[in-house]
């Protein structure tokens, strides 16, 4: 990877990571320049990294005032969960069929690592660890690449609902009842266990829409101008 693109990966990674986490909510003003300061890179890769998330509909370039972070679309959430339960599933197959005492135990390291979380920041990327395991052994290491690009607005609110909507722990034990028929060689119970775990976002999804409505895309133009318009500053008296 040469210096550019590896300066323009590290900003994509610094702000799509915020916006996900929701450090910088729906309608957040994205300053170029406060961003490259903050990243200590220049204009340029924040600007190309800027692009890259408006492709994936996290941002919103508005010519004459700035670029803004993305209402969450429930329809994208929708269909990103359908892509990453249909690939997901139909590896787990593949995954059965390959596993190994030695997957077994680093799927059991990734657990207990999990069963140690107190907070969401530390569970999300174990999360994001053990459903990547699964692909990789099941050899489709490629299509974590898809499930990952296809999931932005997903991810929102899977890191939303991590927040009281439901407990860590139980994450973590749908995890290892996935992991449990993996190792007693019930390839159905492990696929229904994991479209289970897979399916609870969406029950998550319609409550936080009721707690966090601002927080969406409506399908109603103004209201999604209204989302992404830069707060009002107070005039000096």
């Not at 890179?41 to 370039?61: C, D, F, I, Y």
Request: aromatic fraction near 6%; charge should be positive.
């Amino acid at each position: 990877m040469t210096r550019a693109a590896s300066a323009r990966e590290s900003a994509y990674q610094a702000i799509r990571h915020a916006i996900i986490t929701g450090a910088d909510a729906p309608g957040a003003l994205l300053s170029e320049n406060e961003r490259a300061v903050a990243l200590g890179l220049s204009r340029t890769p924040v600007r190309e990294a800027l692009m890259l998330l408006a492709h994936e509909g996290l941002v919103e370039v508005r010519p004459q005032s700035g670029t803004y972070v993305s209402a969450i679309d429930p329809s994208l959430v929708r269909q990103a969960q359908f892509v990453r339960e249909s690939i997901e599933i139909a590896s787990l197959a593949q995954c059965a069929a390959n596993f190994t005492a030695k997957h077994e135990k680093e799927l059991r390291r990734i657990l207990a690592a999990q069963d140690r979380c107190r907070t969401r920041d530390e569970f999300y990327p174990l999360d994001e660890e053990f459903h990547r395991t699964l692909l990789d052994i099941a050899g489709h290491q490629t299509a974590w690449a898809a499930v990952s690009g296809a999931k932005a607005h997903l991810d929102r609110v899977r890191y939303i609902g991590l927040k009281g909507y439901r407990p860590i722990r139980e994450y973590a034990a749908d995890h290892r009842r996935v992991v449990d028929m993996l190792v007693a060689g019930d390839l159905a119970m492990a696929q229904q266990r994991l479209r289970e775990h897979l399916r609870f976002v969406l029950t998550d999804f319609q409550r936080i829409q009721r707690a966090l409505p601002e927080h969406f895309f409506t399908g109603d133009q103004t209201t999604a101008r209204r989302i992404a318009r830069p707060p009002r500053q107070n005039k000096a008296n």
